[in-house]
């Protein structure tokens, strides 16, 4: 049996695209939930888990981050996927036919202005590839979803409107996810490195803890806040940085942030992705 990448969501989600495009020598697996994907891989049923974080439109997926601390599993790569949204519908069915949309939450967000334009309503889904089998189930030429011309071809549906997302570049990122880390390994493209960290009690914490990257030249791409346990005293930060934890610069400035730091924990060394390197290219 060939090892297998599991994902979130039905046969057809952009999960599902993200493992073709990243892994083609991999089998997806698809997944009910992300803890799910993530459990695969721990127990084994899977080689590495894809785990979408955020969208360049939408923002940030609800949650994933703090499932990221508990999952007992390593950021291995990172994956830039180029996220097309599709209105399917019933084979012979007419955009002018469609009163009700369904999708994710966070695919709804992201073609506001198609919905708005054509006077659509919609209703939140579990799943996108999941909105697709129901519309096919239904068989009412008035139901469509968005999703991926994948999900379109696995529940036989027409593609009725294409490419239908509000921005041009909408881009979902995605975590590759292992039971093991690696951290022999140098990118093309530079290295990233994730971790988490919670910052001590005391005046200017953040700003001090922080303050080794800027002086020793460290740019840090990423820093979250979330609070644990449902304790307004207990926030704790999600960071990316650009290096490798061996670099001299790097060190210092992980050394300088542990002193003003009640626990910082890393959770993956990997290449950072030729679509980060280009963007920002571009952008200088």
């Known amino acids: ?145 968005l999703a991926s011309e994948i999900a379109a071809e696995i529940n036989g549906l027409a593609v009725l409107a294409r490419h239908v997302e509000d921005t041009a570049n909408n881009t979902t990122r995605f975590l590759i996810m292992a039971r093991e880390p690696d951290h022999r390994r140098r990118g093309d493209y530079g290295m990233m490195t994730s971790f988490i960290f919670r910052v001590r009690n005391i005046p200017a914490a953040l700003y001090k803890a922080l303050g080794g990257f800027a002086t020793n030249g460290v740019n840090m791409t990423k820093l979250e806040s979330y609070m644990v346990g449902g304790r307004f005293t207990a926030t704790q930060f999600y960071a990316e940085i650009e290096g490798h934890p061996e670099d001299s610069s790097v060190q210092l400035a992980l050394e300088e942030l542990d002193y003003f730091t009640d626990m910082v924990r890393l959770l993956g060394v990997y290449p950072a992705a030729r679509r980060r390197h280009e963007e920002q290219h571009a952008s200088t």
């Open 1 to 145: 049996m060939p090892d297998r990448i599991a994902f979130q969501g039905e046969p057809g989600a952009y999960g599902h695209q993200a493992c073709l495009d990243a892994r083609p020598d991999l089998e997806p697996l698809p997944c009910a939930t992300f803890e799910d994907a993530m459990a695969a891989v721990r127990e084994g049923r899977a080689e590495l888990g894809m785990i979408g974080v955020e969208n360049s439109t939408y923002g940030r997926v609800a949650d994933v981050h703090l499932l990221l601390p508990e999952s007992g599993l390593h950021i291995v790569d990172e994956a830039f996927v180029r996220v097309h949204i599709n209105l399917l519908a019933l084979p012979g069915a007419a955009l002018t036919d469609i009163r009700r949309v369904r999708a994710m939450g966070i695919l709804l967000g992201q073609a506001r202005g198609f919905l708005r334009e054509h006077g659509l309503a919609t209703l939140a889904w579990s799943d996108n590839a999941a909105a697709a089998r129901e519309v096919a189930r239904l068989g009412d030429p008035a139901e469509a979803a």
